[in-house]
């Protein structure tokens, strides 16, 4: 059974932290691009970082570069999401997907919500 599980997220002041971890279970995890979304109230899910199956340098949306670090540990089928300097535009439901090189599977987590609220 295929399972992506996130944890992590939760209530910070802005110029916070969290790390967000996102576990895989029941599929070649190694082989799979990873990435992170998040998708706030009334707004389309928009793509936050992304890294390779290797673990090479992540990509990043403009609005979290500097203060995001995308990363993974494929002996943990773990990736994870280092979020400083949070911010409150920062706030919303942060989910993990995984795409297979072909990008013919695709899995999603059920999500983690992350509120930066004073």
């Known amino acids: 059974q295929v399972q992506l599980v996130e944890s992590g997220g939760g209530l910070v002041q802005p110029g916070g932290s969290l790390r967000l971890s996102c576990a895989a279970s029941?599929?070649?995890?190694?082989?799979?691009?990873m990435s992170w979304y998040r998708q706030a109230p009334g707004k389309e899910r928009e793509l936050v970082a992304a890294?390779?199956?290797?673990?090479?340098?992540?990509n990043y949306a403009d609005s979290v570069k500097g203060r995001f670090t995308i990363s993974r540990d494929n002996a943990k089928n773990t990736v994870y999401l280092q979020m400083n300097s949070l911010k409150p535009e920062d706030t919303a439901v942060y989910y993990c997907?995984?795409?297979?090189?072909?990008?013919?599977?695709?899995?999603w987590g059920q999500g983690t919500q992350v509120t930066v609220s004073s």
């Open positions: 029941g599929f070649n995890f190694g082989r799979y691009t």
């Open positions: 890294i390779t199956s290797s673990g090479g340098s992540g």
């Open positions: 997907k995984g795409v297979h090189p072909t990008m013919a599977v695709t899995y």
